[in-house]
């Protein structure tokens, strides 16, 4: 066996597959050091990286959802939207924190307030339903009006819906079924089946809910 060369071919494979192996860990766990070296040293977009490896349970670190919550809160207080929309979650979930609706409701509105998408439209969400603020359908209406305006497909949706049920604003199909064509145009996959629903959504009396 030891005289035949298949056999010292196989073992040569395993061997250099064995290096490679060998060799891509260490480098990934050089990679995850720096990583954690430039998040304790206030690089937002590496603490942003790490909080989502911790949130994910990836990238060479364990579930942790406390460890995912303390990076995104320090990129977050750094001004990052992203860690900002991420924060806002967190404690909106009592994940890796006590659940907190009026840091949730903070920590969106500073999303929101930097132009971030996602931030607008859980500010949107937040003051529909009274998350850390109070109830206020009118606001609601208004800032997704202004995300629509700005050509945002999922907003668009979000406005047909108001004007289709009167929320936050007086009951007007031909203005919702405006909205609903203008998602659908721009590729929203539940606008045609609003418009299809909205012949048969009853007419309102009241001016506002």
């Known amino acids: 066996m030891l005289t035949n060369p298949t056999f010292w071919l196989a073992a040569g494979c395993f061997l250099l597959g064995w ?60 001004g990052a939207a992203e860690a900002q929309v991420a924060l806002a979650a967190l404690y909106h979930a009592g994940r890796g924190c006590a659940r907190n609706d009026k840091e949730t409701f903070r920590w969106y509105q500073a999303a929101a307030e930097q132009g971030n998408y996602e931030g607008k439209i859980n500010l949107i969400m937040c003051h529909l339903k009274g998350i850390g603020t109070r109830e206020n359908p009118q606001e609601a209406f208004r800032l997704a009006l202004a995300a629509a305006d700005a050509g945002s497909p999922f907003a668009q949706l979000m406005v047909g819906d108001f004007y289709a049920y009167g929320t936050g604003t007086v009951q007007d199909k031909n203005k919702a079924e405006r909205y609903y064509l203008l998602a659908a145009t721009h590729g929203e996959p539940h606008a045609r089946k609003r418009l299809g629903k909205l012949a048969g959504i009853p007419e309102r009396h009241d001016i506002l809910n």
């Open 19 to 78: 290096c490679v192996f060998v060799l891509t860990a260490r480098r990934k766990k050089r990679a995850l050091l720096r990583l954690k070296t430039a998040a304790q040293q206030g690089d937002s977009a590496a603490q942003i990286e790490l909080g989502q490896r911790y949130y994910r349970g990836k990238g060479g670190v364990a579930q942790d959802d406390y460890e995912a919550f303390i990076c995104f809160k320090s990129a977050a207080k750094s």
